[in-house]
């Protein structure tokens, strides 16, 4: 079955673009057992991605994927939310979030990729994030406090209780709209996550449409 999967999605990978007509239940993607809220504004598409900065196929996916960003029309919004299971994982959630938090996240999103899969730091422990941080324009002390912010620690458990409820066991997914979840074995491969996920936003454009 997978490797039918692999013939098919080469297929569609052969276009720029996948339809939304090519892309089928149970074989591109899932729907959640339960749909998200979504958290973006009224009439705008969401698009989730769950990542730990530690994953090595999150970090292989950040090309594809931001390369996929740069061409979303303005109906899409991306919502990045840090895997939280337990460990390493919430410390780079909590990361993320004082990042996002000192104004500095998107600056450095891709360098603390960088600093853990290209320099092998682990950025685990609070002095490493906080030496790490104060490349961006704040100071350590700024870091540090933000890592123990009350609304940082809130975010945390707010995207702990999100993953939970979309029943999610691994990254890199995409969930679109708070419904479908790609994976890269849905997708067949992290290259084609995009363009599955391409195809699920029209979808929901053309539901929206009816």
Partial sequence: MFKTLMVALAGLGLSAAVSAQEVVEGQHYELLETSVETQVDDGQIEVTEVFWFGCPHCYRLQTPINEWYETLDDDVSVVKMPATMGGDWNTHATAFYAAESLGIEEELHADFFNAIHQENQSLTEPDEIAAFFANYGVSEEEAKQALTDFSVRSEVNDANNRMRKMKLMGVPALVIDGRFLVTPSSAGSLENMPK???????????ERAE
């Fill in 196 to 206: 599955v996920a391409e195809a699920l936003v029209e979808q929901v454009r053309e």
